[in-house]
């Protein structure tokens, strides 16, 4: 119980929770309103990558022989030198790859960047001042042969005997067995083609990826309402209504411009109706199922004085006759001679729009529009204060195909705003379409976009971080970011064999995975860069030796043990979106850190720095964690 360490323990759990809190209450300061999404992977983050930082430091002084004459405060303080600048380059390259995400549009990602960049920094000073001074309490404790947490007890000096270095049988193994076969010429050819056909089996993934978020993930697997929705897609045979809005701008009175809207015969064949009509004859690409219900062809049906239904009580403008009115008294509103090629004139179309628009349908005159389109114009009134009303802006109404999927959604967004679009060249005024569901999918039409800015940003941010951290080395801080680069494109490629889709919450964890990626890659490197080996060869097996034990111990199975909890959570959006999801970030980071990287810098690593230059470039004091005094 001397030797254990639940204080420390307790103490780097405190840490991260305190980084987490210090975060929360910053931004809420700010007026930065935290989502779901930070709750839930902010902790887990900030856990995963404070709780690896500490555990290294924790087995570098076990591993660490004292020097003679040197008390245990200055050992502490000579492997906190000997660590920290490994600690400084993952913290600041996670910090900054964050914070460049905050540059996203998409509020989601920008908002956890923000936070997570936050408390990914706070938890590193925390490492680097209050748990050191954790570090040196403990010392004091085992020194003095106190029991860990009771440290009022103090045991006989037989009974606990001295503070004895311990490497570890994972440090053993990695020293004796893995990294001597890892660094066989023909495992490392090996290794390297397997690597690089993964990755590029990966990148043929990409573009396949699905986009959006089932809305039925959010349900636990024993909910009822998945019947629901089972059901409903299986037999809803009616899509979404969906709306081409012309804005103001618009002259619907003049004779040309009616035929740049009407589908009927002698309006134009590029016409609003007659797009939207081609459109619906190719519904499997467009997604858009029914012809356009257009206002101005039944008006103007139903101002034809053959039709019956545009009637006035004695030529009276004031006293307007239902079709289903029998008086004789009644005539048509516009005769024959006063159409022209079936179109009233612009003072005609003004004047009687609003007796269209409140004329009630009946068997008579099924053309009425006051049930189909009276909400559907925005009139102004005149500034003259004439009853006469001029149209804002309208709308013309068809459907969606039935959509399922997530993908079926986006592309009916799509292809209605290209029709938009075109509609928009045809006649000189914007249109633009809308329908209820595009709000929420249309976050997915720049998502590779998207994707591409943050993840580049934050590649670029591990590189400049790297480079100025690890002696401004191109070399090493270029290896770096081509591994990092490597485990999110591969995390890309292993989403589309599991079934995870492309949305704001993989987004984030992709954005996560770069920061986390930092961990598995930055401290061999490192270790690499200042070891002064002969050979490439030497260098990266020695680097491999040293740290791959910290590697597995104090980075992957710290991370794994919290990520199997998952697994057993009731809701789909945990398992699929983050049981997956991490697992697979720890399982990649673990393979390309552990066996990719040290084959890639046996073969292309940076140029080995003498001694002295080393030490002056690093501010090395002595050598890293797991060189033998």
Known sequence: LIDSKIFLGLGGVIIVLAAVASSLGFWAYLGVHATLIIIEVVPFLVLAVGVDNLCILVQALQRDEIMRNESRMDQLARVVGEVAPSMLLTGISESAAFFLGALSTMPAVRTFSLYAGMAVFLDFVLQITMFVALMALDLRRQEANRLDLCCCIQLKKSSAGDMQTSKGCIYMFMERVYAPFLMRTPVRVFVLILFTFLACGSITRIPQLSVGLDQTLAL?????????????????????????????????????????LCKTAGCSSI??????????????????????SSWIDDYISWIQPDVGCCRLLDGDYSQFCNASVLDANCTACVTANELDNGRPNPDDFNKYLNWFLADIPTQACAKAGK????????????????????????????????????????????????????ITKTIGVEVFPYSYFYVFYEQYLDMP????????????????????LLGFSIGAALITMVTVAMIVVDLMGIMFYWDITFNAISLVNLVMCVGISVEFCAHIVRKFSV??????????????????????????????????????????????????????????????????????LSFVGPKCPTVSAARSRLGEAAPLLGNKH
């Open 371 to 422: 049930s189909a389109y009276n909400s559907g114009i925005d009139r102004t009134p005149n500034k003259d204060g004439s009853i006469v009303q001029t149209i804002q802006s309208t709308y013309f109404m068809t459907y969606h195909d039935v959509c399922v999927t997530s993908d079926d959604y986006v592309e009916a967004l799509r292809h209605a705003r290209m029709v938009a679009k075109n």
């Open 271 to 292: 016409s609003l109706g007659a797009q939207i009509s081609v459109a619906a004859e190719q519904y499997n690409y467009t997604r858009i199922r029914l012809p356009a």
């Open 531 to 600: 070891s002064c080996e002969p050979s490439r060869l030497e260098r990266a097996t020695d680097s491999l030796a040293s740290m791959g034990s910290s590697v597995i111990s104090g980075i992957t199975l710290t991370k794994f043990v919290g990520i199997v909890v998952l697994y057993f959570a009731k809701s789909q959006l945990f398992q699929i979106f983050y049981f997956r999801m991490y697992l697979s970030m720890v399982l990649l980071g673990a393979s390309h850190g552990l066996m990719f990287l040290p084959v890639l």
């Open 449 to 468: 976009a998207q994707a591409a800015l943050n993840l580049g940003l934050s590649a670029l941010a591990v590189f400049v971080v790297s480079f100025a």
């Open 220 to 260: 636990p697997k024993d909910s009822y309402l998945l019947k629901y929705f089972d059901d409903l897609n299986k037999n809803l045979r009616v899509g979404s209504p969906v709306y081409f809005v012309i804005k103001d701008g618009y002259n619907y009175s003049n004779e040309a411009n009616i035929d740049l």
